[in-house]
């Protein structure tokens, strides 16, 4: 018993004397797209021909569009994939540098239905990224089924949930700057399947989706003042959610359960910030400043609350509880700070800030920190997160009498500025959370 | 001239009175329209749309995410008629897609779908056998010798000749007819071998010079010496690890092969192997795995290659277990990426760079 107690701990420390590991620490890496390979999803029937080309080219320029990731030419690669479960020669695509390759299929069915299937390949280390999957739905559905498996790939590789299945709901601007019209519109978050939602004869402002993406906020012009209302996305009707008749209302945003709403509101020439339930229509005040306090926006956890507000002698932002309690201001820095939207992460607050007569979109801590502008141009404004909280859209106009106004989206690390494609101008967008 | 004042003074005051009962300092106020608008409650709202005739909104019923079978091929709708995808719908009661758009409830097309498993395209690489065996050279400056014992046995060398005082004649052979004998046979001189070693030095010894120069470091203090038991009857802990000591003692004392004697890695050369890894270290700046610095550890072949499945986490810091999942595949990646035909380290130096350790550390590319 003992000896063998011994002789245990004999080879335990002997062990413990083998020669120490060679330590190295690397602080200083590359910021580069990681290059993939899509080769053509293969075609399980006729039908299929057309849509795999298809579903591989909106799935690529989903991940090109991030910044984060590199196609490789078809051209250029040495393997062929003939059958999705086959195994992999990964030496081939060792050979064009892909780090990942995504190979799948698509079927059809004769009464519309679509089959996507699909694995996702880690080239150099010669395994898959998890086990393969596939989608089902309808033919008609293709696109949004192309932005489901890039946001499996994306989540997969990033370790963070994705954002190519997402709707943006913004204003559509048509015609000149002084007869400017505007509708709200909604689209996928890549400006395709475009939709306007209204007639565009009234003056709308500032949409701002629901949690649940089934409806939005908008601010309306409709009775020559500005009004709230919430419109239902499914069959386009609307309603007015406002207590107080003849008083103007706006910048509204939903609470994160989606059963209530912050907005402003002006009374006797001040405005404040109001809550207003939207099961019982009752509202409450919670801030009484004589300054103007607008623009809120909850935390994630729906416990605190952001908004701007000129009570120091310049537009600052401030953070308070969600019942009007612990005002404290969170901006310092020179200029006026506004439009503040807090991330989904909950980690960071996006903003407008305007300084020296430039306009750029921003983010910070929630306590103020880590202050850091994302972009500078003529005009930049209205913040909007992705889903994931990774990437900001606003809008951006452009300087004179034909300036225009467009949607802009931009990395949240401060790279990766795109315009977003719209027929037209556009501007107040609002991201939609990832659908299911 | 009183008269233009007179009328000067008219003027005036008529103007004055006029702006004053006129009109013209009075603000003209514009008048409001109000439109009547009906303030619904959220009963009132649903029960206007319910009322009403809901157009048509797009559908989509997306089903859940499955994994695929474990066949060879996957079946394909082309395969299945319409009958059998029907009836496959029993056999998964629990769609997790989520209906999007009440009241028509979405109808999901689902079939049976067991674990898959990992495709493994390429047999995992033998391992290769690391060990290396280093030339037997021994340090000892002094010159080769050759056998330490003469093969031969030694004839003890002659006596010196000793010159007498006494000159002594030559003495004549009593048959003088016989010639005198010229070849005397020659003597040659008796030596010891070439380099042979005045000293024996046997196996033990030389094994004992060798390990005076070896670079290794002890093991354990050099003036340890294990006591032994007082008490053969009562084993304790002390005892088993005096135990333990005295066994690593005899193990040391063992003679074993001597290595060469190599330096360490130097600055230029760990700096050299830093470099290849961190040109294939890609942050995802603005991530959460960017968050965290993730240490891997590694074993390497003789050729600089990475065994692969040696790859593992070994720590983390700042971030929970999904990033630093994340932060290590990027970090592997980098490790494998980089190593093409083996990372350039100095062969000799292998037992110092066997086993590796990296520290990904991205606070510096945060800042960026």
Redo the contacts between chains.
């Keep these: 018993m003992f000896r063998t107690l011994t002789l245990i701990l004999a080879l335990l420390m002997g062990a413990s004397a083998v020669a120490q590991p060679l330590r190295i620490e690397i602080t200083d890496g590359v910021i580069e797209p990681m290059p993939f390979a899509a080769p053509r999803f293969i075609a399980q029937d006729s039908g299929a021909m057309e849509l795999s080309g298809d579903i591989v080219s909106v799935l690529s320029t989903d991940l090109m569009r991030t910044g984060l990731f590199r196609v490789l030419d078809e051209r250029a690669h040495i393997g062929k994939i003939s059958s999705l479960n086959a195994p992999v020669e990964y030496a081939d695509w060792k050979a064009i540098n892909a780090q990942v390759l995504i190979t799948g299929s698509v079927a059809t069915g004769t009464r519309g239905e679509l089959k996507v299937s699909f694995r996702i390949h880690d080239v150099f280390a010669g395994q898959e990224y998890g086990k393969g999957l596939q989608f089902k739905g309808k033919t008609s559905d293709w696109r949004r089924m192309a932005h489901k498996v890039a946001d499996e790939v994306y989540s997969r590789i990033t370790g963070e949930s994705g954002y190519f299945d997402s709707r943006v709901v913004f204003v559509a601007e048509s015609g000149s700057k002084g007869q400017r019209r505007k509708r709200l519109a909604i689209m996928d978050y890549d400006g395709e399947q475009l939709e306007y939602l209204d007639d565009g004869a009234h003056l709308v402002l500032a949409p701002r989706i629901a949690p649940d993406g089934k409806s939005v906020l908008f601010t309306s012009y409709e009775t020559g003042f500005p009004q709230i209302y919430q419109m239902d996305l499914r069959n386009k009707r609307r309603k007015l959610l406002q207590s107080t008749v003849g008083t103007t209302s706006f910048a509204p945003r939903f609470s994160p359960d989606g059963t209530q709403i912050v907005y402003s509101q002006e009374q006797g020439g001040n405005t404040d910030v109001f809550l207003m339930s939207l099961r019982s229509g009752q509202a409450r005040r919670l801030t009484s400043a004589p300054s103007i306090e607008t623009a809120p926006s909850f935390s994630p956890d729906g416990r605190q609350i952001v908004f701007e507000s000129d009570r120091s002698g310049s537009q600052q932002l401030y953070v308070m509880n969600v019942n009007g309690e612990g005002i404290k201001r969170i901006s310092f820095g020179d200029g006026r700070y506004g439009t503040p939207v807090w991330s989904p992460r909950g980690d960071m607050i996006a903003f407008t800030k305007q300084s020296r007569g430039r306009f750029h979109i921003g983010v910070m801590r929630t306590d103020g920190s880590e202050e850091r502008l994302l972009t500078a141009s003529f005009l930049d404004e209205g913040p909007t997160w992705s889903p994931n909280g990774r990437v900001i859209m606003f809008t951006r106009e452009t300087q004179g009498v034909g300036g225009v106004s467009n949607l802009y989206s931009v990395d949240v690390s401060g790279r990766n500025l795109q315009r977003v494609a719209t027929p037209s101008g556009g501007s107040d967008p609002t991201w939609s959370p990832l659908r299911r | 001239m009183q008269a233009g004042y007179v009328i000067s003074g008219i003027a005036h005051a008529g103007f004055i009175g006029w702006a004053l009962f006129g009109g013209m300092l009075t603000p003209k106020y514009q008048d409001?329209?109000?439109?009547n608008?009906?303030?619904?409650?959220?009963a009132e709202?649903q029960a206007?749309?319910a009322s009403?005739q809901?157009?048509e909104?797009p559908?989509?019923?997306?089903?859940a995410?499955?994994?695929?079978e474990d066949?060879?091929?996957?079946p394909?709708?082309?395969e299945?008629t319409?009958q059998e995808?029907d009836q496959s719908e029993p056999e998964q009661p629990e769609p997790v897609?989520?209906k999007?758009?009440p009241p028509e409830p979405v109808e999901t097309?689902?079939v049976p779908?067991p674990?898959?498993?990992?495709?493994?395209?390429?047999p995992p690489a033998p391992e290769i056998e690391t060990a290396m065996m280093l030339p037997d050279v021994s340090t000892d400056s002094a010159p080769i010798q050759a056998n330490r014992v003469a093969p031969t046995p030694v004839a003890p060398p002659e006596q010196p000749a000793i010159v007498d005082d006494v000159t002594q004649e030559a003495t004549v052979p009593a048959d003088a007819t016989e010639p005198p004998v010229e070849d005397v046979p020659e003597v040659k001189e008796t030596t010891a071998p070439e380099a042979a070693s005045s000293e024996i030095i046997t196996e033990a010894k030389k094994e004992d010079a060798k390990r005076q120069s070896s670079p290794r470091p002890m093991?354990r203090p050099s003036n340890f010496k294990p006591t032994p038991p007082t008490d053969a009857g009562e084993?304790n802990l002390e005892d088993?690890?005096r135990?333990?000591a005295q066994?690593?003692t005899l193990e040391a004392s063992k003679p074993k092969p001597a290595k060469k004697s190599v330096p360490p890695?130097t600055g230029g050369e760990?700096d050299a192997?830093?470099n290849q890894?961190?040109?294939?270290?890609?942050?995802?700046?603005?991530?959460?795995?960017a968050n965290v610095t993730v240490t891997i550890?590694m074993e390497m072949q003789p050729d600089g290659k990475v065994v692969?499945s040696s790859l593992e986490m070994v720590g983390f810091e700042g971030g929970n277990q999904?990033?630093a999942?994340?932060a290590f595949?990027a970090g592997?990646?980098?490790i494998?990426?980089c190593q093409k035909d083996g990372y350039d380290l100095p062969k000799d130096k292998y037992?110092?760079?066997?086993?590796?350790?990296?520290?990904?550390?991205?606070?510096?590319?945060r800042k960026?």
């Excluded at chain 2, 559908?59 to 089903?63: E, P, V």
Aim: glycine share 0%; with cysteine; net charge negative.
């Design positions: 409001i329209v109000f439109n608008v009906s303030v619904l409650s959220e709202f206007m749309i009403d809901v157009p909104v559908q989509f019923d997306l089903t995410l499955e994994p695929l066949k060879d091929d996957v394909t709708l082309v299945q319409d995808v897609a989520e999007i758009t097309l689902v779908t674990d898959i498993t990992t495709l493994d395209a390429q093991l084993t088993i690890l135990e333990v066994s690593e890695l760990q192997f830093r890894v961190s040109n294939c270290w890609s942050v995802n700046v603005g991530s959460r795995a550890a692969a999904s990033d999942n994340v595949q592997r990646r980098a494998l990426r037992d110092q760079w066997r086993n590796v350790e990296i520290k990904f550390d991205p606070s510096e590319m960026r």
